[in-house]
């Protein structure tokens, strides 16, 4: 047990290391390349139209019947429920003109916002590990700066948690695309099918574009936030300016 301590001093210096490296100079860098990746071109579409993809499923030529025997009335009346019930679409076995691939400007934006959504948890945990280092015991008497680091935390916790949700996000996307293009598959007539997952395309890429913007907000959010003067010794160890600064008023009106 003698060799815990320093082991665990090493472990918090490093954690302090790192947390300052990611708030002085990581933080603006991922400002600035979130905010070049909303610029680009690929990203400033006016018309939504041209993230389109082609499913790859085409429109059979529909089936004549040329049995006069379908269009004589039959003698008892069928049930509006049992006719609809027989309607059970094209049995898909396997698409004929091969793949029906993803919207690759959808993947190519999902695998540009996918790694930054990652960066930003594995950065809010070093941020979360640092401040908990930080915080003082609430004996010693710095009620004040526990209450701002206590909810410093609950804000990275909401930072890693919207993270999560991006990515649940993305999984939802694809799987409803999956189901919607096995419809049209097996509907290929139903226009509305078709339409349906163009309009799904839209909403995804701008919501991607949104996660992007959220995520830029994040870091502009965590770099103003802990952008603080080093604490000196003697002061408790806030990571809020403002707590900061209203700390240095107590001490100096004391």
């Known amino acids: 047990m003698a060799n815990v301590d320093p082991k665990v001093r090493d472990y918090k210096e ?3 290391v790192e947390a300052e490296e990611l708030v002085n100079n990581q933080f603006p860098k991922k400002i600035l390349e979130l905010e070049t990746l909303l610029k680009t071109e ?8 041209d993230i389109h993809a082609d499913l790859n499923i ?3 030529e529909p089936l004549l019947n ?10 008892k009346k069928r049930k509006f429920d049992a006719f609809e019930n027989n309607i059970t679409g094209t049995k898909v076995l396997a698409l004929t003109s091969g793949v ?7 993947v ?3 695998d540009t916002v996918k790694p930054c959504i990652r960066q930003l948890v594995e950065d809010a945990n070093v941020l979360k590990m640092w401040i908990q280092f930080l915080i003082p015991r609430i004996e010693d008497g710095n009620n004040f700066g526990v209450s701002i680091q206590e909810e410093t935390l609950a804000e990275i916790r909401t930072v890693e948690s919207d993270g999560a949700a991006f990515f649940d996000q993305i999984s939802r996307y694809f799987m409803t695309r999956g189901k919607i293009v096995s419809k049209v598959a097996k509907y290929p007539h139903v226009e509305d099918y078709r339409r349906t ?6 909403k995804e890429y701008l919501s991607l574009l949104l996660v992007m913007c959220e995520l830029r907000n994040h870091y502009v959010i965590d770099a103003s936030r802990y952008d603080n003067e080093k604490p000196g010794k003697d002061q408790a160890p806030s990571l809020c300016k403002y707590g900061e600064y209203v700390l240095k008023k107590m001490d100096g009106n004391a």
């Open 14 to 16: 490093r954690i302090k």
């Open 42 to 49: 690929k990203n400033k579409r006016s018309n939504l139209g």
């Open 58 to 60: 085409p429109v059979p």
């Open 66 to 75: 040329h049995d006069d025997s379908i269009l004589e009335p039959s003698v």
């Open 100 to 106: 029906s691939p993803c919207n690759k400007n959808i």
């Open 108 to 110: 190519e934006l999902v």
């Open 197 to 202: 997952i163009q309009e799904l395309d839209e």
